[in-house]
């Protein structure tokens, strides 16, 4: 025969660039919110993938391929024996060993070895004239087989399937696993025939009857039946015969219904497709919805962080240890207590002596504003915690746990440490500004003018009263520009303690607009299909 599956379908060209993008957009969904629908979620979109990959894309790629036939069915069902009486001869093993077909064999016509599908490449391929030009035969592994590794193998076969030939027996044809492939296939237009193999003479009626019940109330009444007898001989190949209205359905469908069979699979795969796009969306929308309250939750939290204590929520700050050094500093005999004697400050002993003790201050201070800060941080991502996790199972106490405490804390002492050097460094730049900052800068140099006006932002009444002598009094303004620029760095480290509970939430998917890519790609393919 020299029939060809011809692609009638419009706009090929759009419609391969259709599922194209639908794939790429699909591979990159991500579903991190465990909502009740989660795991489904993910196994629908790596179906999808799967679908796009093995079966819808090459389809349209390869518009010449061969239909596909899976001969499919449990374990022991008889499905190799089946296909070597198709084909007349013994090209696929058979036998009482289970599995007994452990790789798919795929049987094709000579003339169709150039344009076979990528079904091919994990498959035994073999050429004979016994299988009608226009399809490709699959004797395919076991739906219930013992091997994990086969089950998904007969799964991925049937998914890509354009025709399925379930073969099951007296002793099977209940079986739960091959009715949930048949309504799948069902589902997105597959084409169907049953084989009833092994039955005796004795329950032939019965059991024939039984099963025409049972697929009428599975709505599959229209699929093809075919009964092969039970071999009294105990031969291991049927006679051709036995099979030959199996065998003349096939070469009908070769003659006249192999492109028929390959449009309205792909029909139905794709209307399956459009479909399995708006759950997706929709459940885009609802992991898009959880994260926005999680998020608002944190945010709110965090604004309730930042206003904590009011204008003067520095005054919390520890500064006894400021408060000490900078007494004994200024006390008589100390290294700043005759700052206004310029001659004495020139003197190298007394410079060493005042260097030395700004340096013992200005760690405190680093010491003291750091600790604020992180504990305010720490503080914050308590109270996000607390009300993330308030309530059963609730996506905020998934996004509480994706944090760990011991990473959460090293990055918030070192954010601390960091934000603190740098309020220094404006501190400083603000210091220089003021009126008579030389005279206090050729005493006790820039750094030590800074260290001052830090100390004086965080209410040291001695660091203020340096300051006055050596620079001005009126020291005011430059305070409270000190303490505004704390504020913000305080501001700043509760701010990216958010921005990292949040951080999971931080993908793509989870944004209000990415359901609206998918509903387009949706959109495309009804407009093509």
Not at 71 to 85: C, L
Not at 240 to 257: E, F, N
Not at 285 to 296: F, G, L, T
Not at 393 to 408: C, F, I, M, T
Request: a negative charge.
């Amino acid at each position: 025969m020299t029939i060809r599956p011809i692609k009638t379908w419009s706009y090929p060209g759009a419609l391969l660039d259709a599922l194209v993008d639908t794939r790429a957009v699909v591979a990159d969904l991500e579903f991190p919110i465990p909502l009740g629908d989660a795991e489904d979620t993910e196994r629908l979109r790596a179906h999808m993938v799967e679908q796009l990959d093995h079966h819808l894309i090459p389809r349209v790629r390869e518009e010449a391929s061969p239909a596909i036939v899976v001969v499919a069915g449990s374990t022991g069902a008889g499905k190799s024996t089946v296909v070597n009486a198709l084909l007349g001869e013994q090209l696929t093993a058979s036998g009482v060993l289970r599995p007994t077909t452990k790789i798919p064999h795929v049987f094709h016509h000579p003339l169709d070895a150039d344009v076979l599908s990528t079904i091919a490449q994990e498959a035994t391929v073999i050429a004979t004239e016994a299988v009608p030009r226009g399809l490709a035969l699959i004797d395919s592994p076991d739906l219930d087989s013992v091997r994990g590794e086969n089950r998904d193998i007969a799964e991925r076969l049937l998914e890509a399937a354009d025709l399925w030939i379930f073969v099951t027996t007296a002793a099977r044809y209940g079986d739960a696993v091959p009715w949930e492939a048949l309504r799948r296939g069902a589902e997105r237009g597959a084409s169907i025939a049953m084989v009833l193999n092994r039955v005796t003479v004795d329950v032939a009626a019965q059991v024939r009857r039984e099963l025409v019940d049972r697929l009428t109330q599975e709505d599959l009444e229209t699929l093809p039946l075919f009964v092969i007898p039970e071999d009294t001989e105990g031969g291991k190949q049927l006679p051709k015969d036995v099979v030959g209205g199996l065998g003349r359905w096939l070469d009908s469908v070769a003659a006249a219904s192999a492109a028929t069979i390959v449009e309205r699979t792909m029909h139905g795969a794709t209307e399956s497709l459009k479909e399995w796009l708006e759950t997706l969306a929709e459940r885009m929308d609802d992991q898009a919805s959880a994260a926005k309250e999680v998020r608002a939750e944190v945010r709110r939290c965090a604004a309730q962080a930042e206003h904590r204590g009011g204008d003067t929520w520095f005054e919390e700050i520890a500064t006894g240890s400021l408060q000490a050094r900078w007494r004994a500093a200024r006390a008589e005999g100390g290294p700043l207590h005759k700052l206004r004697h310029s001659a004495w400050g020139r003197r190298r002993s007394a410079r060493e002596q005042r260097d030395a003790v700004l340096a013992e201050i200005r760690a405190d201070l680093l010491e003291s504003v750091e600790a604020s800060l992180s504990s305010a941080a720490a503080d914050a991502q308590d109270a996000m915690v607390a009300a993330l996790t308030h309530g059963d199972e609730s996506p905020g106490k998934w996004l509480a746990e994706q944090r760990d405490p011991r990473e959460a804390r090293t990055v918030r002492e070192r954010r601390a440490s960091d934000a603190t050097r740098a309020w220094l460094t404006k501190v400083s730049e603000q210091a220089l500004r003021i009126p008579g900052a030389e005279r206090g800068t050729e005493m006790i140099g820039e750094e030590g003018v800074a260290i001052a006006l830090a100390c004086a932002a965080l209410g040291v009444d001695d660091a203020r009263a340096v300051l006055g002598v050596l620079v001005t009094p009126s020291l005011g303004d430059a305070v409270h520009l000190a303490q505004a620029e704390l504020t913000g760095a305080r501001r700043y480290c509760i701010n990216r303690e958010a921005l990292d509970m949040m951080k999971p939430t931080d993908v793509p998917s989870l944004l209000p607009e990415t359901s609206s890519t998918v509903r387009l790609r949706r959109a495309e393919l009804r407009g093509l299909m």
